[in-house]
């Protein structure tokens, strides 16, 4: 576990798990790398015509047997190229996204909040 920059509101912990992104009626993998009880960073293939602001999460827990819904908004996006290019010409490009966790069920975010406690007593 890390403990939070002044700026930061709450800890966060590095994680390797999964989630995916619900755009319209597609789920998008996407894989986690930090985690924190108010919102997590996401990295994926960028992909413009389905890029949005505020979306749908799955967030699969790592070593627990739990999915949780959440909605999510961006706070910050870091683009780098990924070589290539689309069929359109332009450049296939890779996200990391941090995104701040707005609305989830108050029994989802007891749980996330015990997981990254669980962290700090480990």
């Known amino acids: ?20 992104i619900v755009i319209g009626h597609d789920l998008r993998p996407a894989t986690m790398s ?6 997590l960073r996401v990295e994926l293939p960028f992909d413009p015509r389905s890029a949005r602001r505020t979306f749908q999460l799955e967030i699969e827990l790592p070593d ?3 999915l ?3 909605a999510g908004h961006v706070t910050y996006a870091r683009l780098s190229p990924l070589g290539g290019h689309h069929r359109d010409g332009q450049p296939r490009l890779w996200c990391s996204a941090g ?6 069920a108050s029994r989802e975010r007891r749980l996330l909040r015990e997981y990254i406690e669980s962290y700090a007593t480990a």
């Open 1 to 20: 576990m890390r403990f939070p920059e002044p700026r930061r509101l709450a800890p966060r912990v590095s994680v390797d798990g999964l989630c995916a």
């Open 34 to 39: 930090d985690l924190s009880w108010l919102g």
């Open 64 to 66: 627990v047997d739990e």
């Open 68 to 70: 949780m819904w959440a």
């Open 99 to 104: 995104v701040r966790l707005e609305v989830a």
